[in-house]
């Protein structure tokens, strides 16, 4: 049977949406950083649900910045839950000195290492629309005050800098997500 115009055109666009889908179904893998300043690296595959979920959670955050780092946050939380549950440990928040070289126990340099790599994931994905992923920052310098601390980095579409900082809370918390410029003021006295 010989298909003509509109006919052809419909089994190719269903094909290509097949194959859009299939895309959501396919796994991505990770080195996952934990033990303090990447000791351990453990590779963490993102399930086709995992990917799906997450494709879900950025799909509500299109409509604006704001929603989209909302949006930021909860992914980040659905790939933290699978990265300690194939690591096997629920990372503690923070960090607790003299606890360095424990399997799934993080400190900033893992954590912001972790994020920074997932947020890059997200961007060649195309799932970040109202943002880019910026390099790595840090505050603190014992000189100041405060000990150094890594974070991921978002940049708006307005040239905003914002930190995705997942060290205080346990694996799978929430991140904090601030303007950068915030984030660096801040950090005295061990608070957030």
Request: aromatic share 8%.
């Amino acid at each position: 049977m010989r298909m003509t115009g509109s006919r052809r055109t419909l089994p190719l666009l269903l094909f290509a949406i097949l194959c859009g889908t299939a895309s959501v179904a396919q796994a991505q893998s990770f080195r996952i950083c934990h033990g303090y300043g990447c000791n351990f690296q453990t590779q963490v595959t993102l399930t086709g649900a995992d990917r799906s979920r997450i494709v879900s959670i950025m799909a509500g955050g299109r409509k604006s910045a704001e929603a989209e780092r909302a949006a930021v946050r909860r992914a980040v939380q659905v790939f933290e839950r699978r990265s300690t549950q194939v690591i096997g440990v629920v990372d503690r928040p923070k960090m607790e000195f003299g606890e360095g070289r424990q399997r799934g126990q993080m400190d900033c340099v893992d954590e912001s290492t972790n994020t920074d790599h997932f947020l890059r994931y997200l961007q060649s994905a195309g799932l970040l629309h109202h943002h880019k992923v910026a390099s790595r920052d840090s505050r603190g310098s014992f000189f100041d005050g405060r000990y150094p601390h890594f974070t991921a980095v978002l940049k708006d579409g307005s040239g905003t800098l914002w930190a995705v900082d997942s060290w205080y809370e346990p694996g799978g918390g929430q991140p904090d997500i601030m303007r950068l410029a915030e984030w660096k003021g801040r950090g005295y006295g061990g608070r957030r």
